[in-house]
């Protein structure tokens, strides 16, 4: 039942300097970050992480937008953190991302706009898909030693 699920602040969120307010819309939920470091990935990383795109259309705008600027990484955990997640981050499109998400409150770009352009969708965040996802996904960005268990407030007042 307690998840452990990858979020990354891509780089339109860090350029926009909107990491904190990306990052407490996590806090606030009552998710506990047990990782978090600043990366600047490569294509052969962002091959890696996105693997299950590359023969997509759009891979190579999304290739690079990801690899244009550093990106904030954090393994979130809580209870179903994985589907939590992503109702926080909202939908894929900001256009038509719900009001109240991360991708509908912060951006608004749409599939028509982005493809027209031929450049990635500038949504933000990335999460975790699934919970398989979201294991392959935690290990490829953590080290076992990046990853921290503690106690947060949460336990004792959200779970
Ligand atoms: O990020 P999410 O899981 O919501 O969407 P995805 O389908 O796994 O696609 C990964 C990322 O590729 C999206 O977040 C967009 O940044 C980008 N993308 C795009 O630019 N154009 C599309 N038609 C689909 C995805
Ligand atoms: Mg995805």
Redesign the pocket.
């Known amino acids: 039942m307690i998840e452990r699920t990858l979020v990354l602040v891509?780089p339109d969120g860090v350029q926009r300097g909107l990491i904190g307010d990306i990052i407490s819309r996590f806090e606030k939920r009552g998710l506990k970050i047990v990782g978090m470091k600043m990366v600047w990935v490569d294509k052969d990383f962002s091959k890696q992480h996105?693997s299950?795109?590359i023969d997509?259309?759009?891979?190579k705008?999304?290739e690079d937008?990801?690899i244009s600027a550093p990106i904030v990484a954090m393994a979130v955990e809580g209870i179903n953190a994985v589907e939590l997640v992503?109702k926080v981050?909202g939908?894929?499109?900001p256009k038509s991302a719900p009001i109240g998400t991360i991708r509908g409150d912060f951006a608004h770009v749409s599939?028509e706009y982005?493809?027209k352009k031929g450049?990635?969708?500038?949504?933000l965040?990335?999460?975790?898909?699934n919970s398989e996802e979201a294991e392959q996904e935690v290990s490829l960005w953590f080290s076992v030693e990046e990853l921290f268990n503690y106690k947060s407030a949460n336990q004792d007042y959200v779970m």
């Open positions: 891509k996105y299950a795109h997509k259309n759009f891979y705008g999304l937008f990801i992503r981050v939908s894929t499109e599939y982005a493809d450049i990635s969708i500038k949504n965040v990335h999460a975790s898909g």
